[in-house]
């Protein structure tokens, strides 16, 4: 596991740890010196611990931008509003008086989404290939916070394009496939299970709090299920294909990397034993194909919330010889 990915799984580890330990052990009010103490304590971790974890462990470990600093801060002050003692509680109070004007703004912004969405699926009917590629593609001159959101905001669209078998016709054929448990079915059938039960748990135990909390966030998780079903279909069918002279490598839906074929340096075939600190797409302990770029190229993790630029990626696909030749026939030098 890169270096990268181990510090982020273990801010995301501690957060939630803490976050789980603060609704467990915070007392109701404070009634002694004790609560105080306690109180004293998480409000530490919320606002000092875990900001200061998240900007060591994913911006500056993982190079993503100061700005999203936000998230733990925004989690934080949510939590705390729902953790902390009826004293402490009150001074985030401002977050339920918001709620109604952010209800109205949520709103506002999924009824765009669906505009979005079914706008996008619409103009698909004659464009193949992933909405997302096509957007990277198009914003390719922009800067990297416009590349970056237009990513996101083509996920959606693109989660239902690849989710519904129809939408996906005329898509660009694979090349190759990456070797990915996601692509088989009795992964996608396990993972639909869990989702489903995780759901179900949501809302049994959300319901004793609040009956709209318990609505909210069961919809939220179950409607994952379009992107896992998305995720196994790209695995299966669409993990590496060549677009408008851009090598696509679809890691699941949620991961991407756009190489435009101009900056592939070499493709090499072989046998390789990756390094720990080495890009390695594909499920397997050995890399069967080597691609070296002359120029960076954008790696989109966590369907565009994180991303790195890469210098060198290994692969481990189902039919290294075909990648290759295909990409030496698209003019790629030879290593």
């Not at 898509?171 to 990456?178: Q, V």
């Not at 049994?204 to 909390?213: D, H, K, V, Y």
């Not at 991407?256 to 990756?274: N, R, V």
């Amino acid at each position: 596991m890169r270096r990268p990915i181990r510090f982020k799984l273990l801010y995301l580890l501690t957060a939630i740890s803490t976050y789980i330990a603060g609704f467990l052990l915070l007392p109701d009010t404070i009634e002694s010196s004790r609560d105080t103490f306690i109180s004293g304590a998480f409000l530490i971790a919320y606002f000092g611990i875990l900001p200061s974890l998240f900007w060591y462990c994913v911006i500056k470990v993982g190079e993503q931008k100061t700005w999203k600093i936000i998230i733990p801060l925004s989690v934080a002050s949510v939590v705390a509003r729902y953790s902390m003692p009826l004293s402490l509680a009150a001074y985030f109070e401002f977050l339920s008086w918001a709620r109604y004007p952010i209800i109205a703004i949520l709103l506002i912004i999924e009824f765009a989404v669906i505009y979005h969405v079914i706008s996008m699926l619409w103009k698909l009917r004659k464009i193949t290939g992933d909405p997302r590629v096509n957007t990277l593609i198009n914003n390719i001159d922009n800067d990297e916070k416009k590349r970056e959101l237009a990513f996101m905001m083509a996920s959606e669209p693109a989660s239902w394009y690849y989710a519904i078998p129809r939408f996906s016709r005329k898509h660009t054929p694979a090349i190759s496939n990456l070797t990915l448990h996601s692509a088989s079915r009795w992964h996608i059938a396990l993972v639909v299970v869990c989702l489903i039960t995780i759901t179900t748990i949501s809302y049994t135990l959300l319901m004793q709090w609040s009956e709209l909390a318990a609505i909210i966030v069961s919809t939220l998780i179950g409607y994952g299920i379009i992107s896992l079903i998305a995720s196994h279909r790209i695995s299966r069918h669409y993990s590496v294909y060549i677009h408008d002279n851009h090598l696509v490598l679809n890691a699941t839906f949620f991961n991407l990397l756009l190489a435009p074929l101009s900056q592939i340096k070499a493709c090499e075939t072989g046998t390789w034993q990756c390094e720990e600190e080495q890009v390695k797409i594909g499920r397997g302990k050995q890399a069967n194909i080597k691609l070296t770029f002359s120029k960076p190229v954008m790696w989109f993790t966590m369907m565009g919330i994180f991303n790195e630029q890469l210098d060198e990626v290994f692969l481990s696909v189902d039919n290294p010889n075909t990648l290759a030749a295909a990409l030496q026939t698209s003019h790629v030098s030879p290593p």
